[in-house]
């Protein structure tokens, strides 16, 4: 049996993540790799809950915040991942681990060591064998975002925010260049796409 593989997609709002992830499981399947998209916070029914009480009640307090985002990823990990991974297939996620690195650690001030503490006590082993960093001047991005008619918190944030969004992403793929590449996300879709094709091909020895 083949190794199972997690791929997971960051970036700011409006770099293209979601259509870029469920582009690439195509691509994977057609090339025979079973492969799961899925998203964070979500991807199982307890997470998705989560993620409506995170997105549309603002808890007041970040470790509370910081605190659900890791219980929904817990539930994500032992409900999904961990068995898709088991079950030799492919994993590809809408946001992961670096989305708390950023908009907790860098955004709301949580301790690196505390983030660090809880990775290591919920996802290890389940670390991205690659993470693709969809790389977009917040500006564009944001109009991207409002085009979608989608408005959450952080799209409403200032463009300070999303520059440290968007350099929090970058200072990880510099931090960690064996799991991360950066991806140029202001090409067209389809050539996005192409890159992420690429990449992966390069980094499994897939034939393309
Ligand atoms: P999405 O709309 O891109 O799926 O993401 C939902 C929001 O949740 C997005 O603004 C980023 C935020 N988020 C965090 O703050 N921490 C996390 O760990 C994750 C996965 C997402």
Redesign the pocket.
């Known amino acids: 049996m083949t190794p199972g593989r997690l791929i997971t997609l960051e970036g700011g709002?409006g770099s293209g993540?979601?259509t870029q992830a469920s582009r690439l499981v195509d691509d994977l399947r057609s090339q025979g790799i079973e492969a799961v998209l899925t998203?964070?916070?979500?991807g199982v029914p307890l997470a998705e809950q989560i993620?409506d009480l995170?997105?549309n009640t603002r808890p007041a307090a970040s470790t509370a915040?910081f605190l659900l985002?890791a219980a929904?990823?817990a539930e994500h990990i032992a409900e999904l991942i961990k068995p898709v991974i088991e079950l030799g297939q492919w994993v590809v996620c809408?946001?992961?681990?670096d989305?708390?690195r950023?908009?907790?650690g860098e955004?709301s001030s949580i301790p690196a060591e505390l983030i660090s503490a809880v990775e290591t006590h919920t996802v290890a082993p389940y670390f991205p064998d690659l993470t693709l960093m969809l790389d977009l001047n917040p500006a564009i991005g944001r109009e991207r975002a409002l085009m979608r008619g989608?408005t959450?918190?952080?799209?409403q944030a200032e463009a300070q925010v999303h520059e440290t969004i968007r350099q929090g992403f970058l200072d990880i793929a510099a931090r960690e260049p064996d799991r991360c590449v950066v991806i140029d996300a202001s090409e067209s879709e389809a050539d996005i796409a192409g890159q992420i094709s690429r990449v992966v091909a390069r980094r499994f020895g897939l034939s393309g």
């Open positions: 709002e993540k979601s998203r964070e916070p979500g993620r995170i997105l915040e985002f929904a990823r809408d946001r992961y681990i989305s708390t950023v908009y907790q955004l989608d959450n918190r952080y799209d």
